[in-house]
């Protein structure tokens, strides 16, 4: 259900294991964006060859049924995240799901500072309407009216162009921020973003001052400048030889071109005492000096997830090392997602040697996109979009006795135990549970607990692995509320026994 094209089982007895290539196909042709009015999508099963195309263009939403294959088919046209009033309200501003994931659920390592609402510093996400006259925190107009990339990861995270430029606690350079048509909201993609303690996963990537005061910084570098300091390798130790770079503990993917992305992160040189200087990602959990005079915010240490592809981050050092305006926008106008971390209360990193991150922690972030060419592929479909999946572990077995018998434990009752209703009823007098996962040719033996026999039913039904029980005996009279042992005998491949609990309602005759 988190895919770029909707495709589900709706008969698994019929799924064939199959190696499967969905394809968009504009018959006008296009070389940008596929606006749905003239696209349509084929499904081919690559190990038969046989092809189905779709009835409608993508622009119209429609679920197509394949019955021979037992799967449906829905793919309906996207669109960017930002836009007008109208378009942010009817898609979620294009948001469909920002998490964060634990490997040790026990193991919360990994915070951040909120983002505050009102006039002050810690307003720092600027989605919503609120801009009076003079005031020095307005929301950025008509970016995310909706407040939709304010709640994010608890505040913690948020769309760059939306994040504020504001000098004490801004993640934003005011360049390539809401002063400009850079990072609007319609330049998001989705990301997959992993702190690991793998070393060989990490990413190699600039680090940036976030100290807004250049006579307080380190070499007097301005705020968003490459840091003034020798970089460190992998292992944490300084390589004089360079300036401004490091490692970060893990790397940023495109999930929906399978693409590494450039990360970085930043630091404010001045707190020295908040690992702000030492070139290493390793934000504090302190917020305030203990005399609240002075903001740390775990030494500023924003980290930054670009559209870029991943090249060890050596084209944005280059355009940084101009010193030119020009050259540093060309960094900035990358960076689709911005957090603000803290290391939890409680926790604590591990040495560098053991790989730094407590447990591995995954952040996705899903925003809507449309289908579009992709130029980095243009030999095969004219580069249009192409999916490919495989259907082997969802496809049916038929004529295996090991996996008949084994479906045997599959075998339930439900619901178990029975409270006077189920799901199943259709009315006041209607009383019905449900045998499931059975096979095509049972008996099915209801016995009470002193082995009275109350209902025996035969079944041959290859349509369908559930049988309804009214719940009466072999007369068609109500049962009374008890335990009852349920038996199902499979000939030829096995017996199955079930122990049953229900309590019956009095008869409600109201409706009379």
């Given at each position: 259900g988190k895919g770029p094209v909707g495709i589900k089982v709706y008969n698994p007895k019929v799924v064939p294991s199959s190696n499967f290539e969905m394809s968009l196909y504009d018959y006008v042709g296009t070389s940008g964006i596929l606006n749905g009015i003239t696209t349509i999508w084929s499904l081919k099963d690559l190990t038969t060859g046989i092809t189905v195309s779709s009835e409608y263009t993508i622009d119209v939403e429609n679920e197509q049924l394949i019955p021979d294959w037992g799967l449906s088919v829905f793919v309906k046209t996207a669109r960017n995240p930002g836009g007008t009033e109208d378009e942010q309200a009817a898609n979620n501003n294009g948001?469909?799901?920002?998490?964060?994931?634990?490997?040790?659920?026990?193991?919360?390592?990994?915070?951040?500072?909120?983002?505050?609402?009102?006039?002050?510093?810690?307003?720092?996400?600027?989605?919503?309407?609120?801009?009076?006259?003079?005031?020095?925190?307005?929301?950025?107009?008509?970016?995310?009216?909706?407040?939709?990339?304010?709640?994010?990861?608890?505040?913690?995270?948020?769309?760059?162009?939306?994040?504020?430029?504001?000098?004490?606690?801004?993640?934003?350079?005011?360049?390539?921020?809401h002063y400009s048509?850079?990072?609007?909201?319609?330049?998001?993609?989705?990301?997959?973003?992993?702190?690991?303690?793998?070393?060989?996963?990490?990413?190699?990537?600039?680090?940036?001052?976030?100290?807004?005061?250049?006579?307080?910084?380190?070499?007097?570098?301005?705020?968003?400048?490459?840091?003034?300091?020798?970089?460190?390798?992998?292992?944490?130790?300084?390589?004089?030889?360079?300036?401004?770079?490091?490692?970060?503990?893990?790397?940023?993917?495109?999930?929906?071109?399978?693409?590494?992305?450039?990360?970085?992160?930043?630091?404010?040189?001045?707190?020295?005492?908040?690992?702000?200087?030492?070139?290493?990602?390793?934000?504090?959990?302190?917020?305030?000096?203990?005399?609240?005079?002075?903001?740390?915010?775990?030494?500023?240490?924003?980290?930054?997830?670009?559209?870029?592809?991943?090249?060890?981050?050596?084209?944005?050092?280059?355009?940084l090392s101009t010193n030119s305006s020009t050259d540093k926008r060309n960094v900035y106008k990358e960076v689709c997602w911005v957090g603000f971390p803290l290391l939890a209360e409680g926790f604590q990193y591990k040495s560098i040697s053991e790989g730094f991150i407590p447990t591995e922690t995954k952040l996705r972030f899903r925003v809507t996109k449309p289908y579009k060419v992709q130029y980095t592929d243009v030999v095969v479909n004219n580069g249009m979009p192409r999916y490919t999946f495989n259907t082997a572990d969802l496809a049916a077995t038929t004529g295996d006795y090991n996996t008949a018998v084994s479906a045997l434990d599959t075998i339930s009752v439900v619901p178990n135990p029975y409270y006077a209703y189920s799901s199943y009823e259709q009315s006041q007098l209607d009383n019905r549970v449900k045998i499931t996962n059975l096979p095509q040719k049972c008996t099915i033996s209801i016995f009470a607990l002193d082995g009275t026999l109350i209902r025996k039913i035969s079944r041959d039904d290859p349509s369908i692995t559930s049988l309804d029980w009214d719940m009466k005996n072999n007369v068609g009279i109500p049962i009374a509320s008890g335990l009852y042992i349920i038996h199902v005998n499979a000939p030829g491949l096995g017996e199955k026994t079930i122990k049953w609990f229900g309590v019956m309602r009095p008869t409600d005759l109201d409706s009379y």
């Amino acid at each position: 259900g988190k895919g770029p094209v909707g495709i589900k089982v709706y008969n698994p007895k019929v799924v064939p294991s199959s190696n499967f290539e969905m394809s968009l196909y504009d018959y006008v042709g296009t070389s940008g964006i596929l606006n749905g009015i003239t696209t349509i999508w084929s499904l081919k099963d690559l190990t038969t060859g046989i092809t189905v195309s779709s009835e409608y263009t993508i622009d119209v939403e429609n679920e197509q049924l394949i019955p021979d294959w037992g799967l449906s088919v829905f793919v309906k046209t996207a669109r960017n995240p930002g836009g007008t009033e109208d378009e942010q309200a009817a898609n979620n501003n294009g948001l469909l799901e920002a998490t964060i994931e634990f490997a040790d659920p026990q193991n919360l390592w990994l915070s951040g500072l909120p983002d505050q609402e009102g006039d002050n510093v810690f307003n720092w996400i600027r989605s919503g309407t609120y801009a009076p006259g003079g005031s020095a925190f307005p929301d950025y107009l008509g970016r995310d009216i909706f407040q939709v990339y304010e709640n994010l990861i608890g505040r913690t995270w948020t769309a760059y162009g939306v994040a504020t430029d504001e000098k004490t606690l801004g993640p934003a350079w005011l360049d390539a921020s809401h002063y400009s048509t850079l990072n609007l909201l319609d330049s998001l993609v989705s990301a997959d973003v992993v702190f690991t303690s793998d070393k060989s996963k990490w990413s190699k990537c600039i680090v940036v001052e976030t100290n807004n005061e250049e006579t307080l910084s380190q070499g007097d570098a301005s705020k968003f400048d490459l840091r003034d300091a020798f970089s460190k390798n992998q292992d944490g130790v300084e390589t004089p030889e360079e300036k401004g770079t490091s490692w970060f503990p893990g790397y940023a993917i495109d999930p929906e071109t399978g693409e590494r992305l450039n990360i970085f992160f930043g630091e404010d040189s001045w707190l020295v005492g908040q690992n702000g200087a030492d070139m290493w990602w390793n934000p504090t959990a302190d917020i305030f000096s203990p005399t609240f005079f002075e903001v740390w915010a775990g030494g500023k240490q924003y980290v930054y997830v670009t559209r870029a592809k991943y090249d060890s981050c050596k084209a944005f050092k280059a355009f940084l090392s101009t010193n030119s305006s020009t050259d540093k926008r060309n960094v900035y106008k990358e960076v689709c997602w911005v957090g603000f971390p803290l290391l939890a209360e409680g926790f604590q990193y591990k040495s560098i040697s053991e790989g730094f991150i407590p447990t591995e922690t995954k952040l996705r972030f899903r925003v809507t996109k449309p289908y579009k060419v992709q130029y980095t592929d243009v030999v095969v479909n004219n580069g249009m979009p192409r999916y490919t999946f495989n259907t082997a572990d969802l496809a049916a077995t038929t004529g295996d006795y090991n996996t008949a018998v084994s479906a045997l434990d599959t075998i339930s009752v439900v619901p178990n135990p029975y409270y006077a209703y189920s799901s199943y009823e259709q009315s006041q007098l209607d009383n019905r549970v449900k045998i499931t996962n059975l096979p095509q040719k049972c008996t099915i033996s209801i016995f009470a607990l002193d082995g009275t026999l109350i209902r025996k039913i035969s079944r041959d039904d290859p349509s369908i692995t559930s049988l309804d029980w009214d719940m009466k005996n072999n007369v068609g009279i109500p049962i009374a509320s008890g335990l009852y042992i349920i038996h199902v005998n499979a000939p030829g491949l096995g017996e199955k026994t079930i122990k049953w609990f229900g309590v019956m309602r009095p008869t409600d005759l109201d409706s009379y």
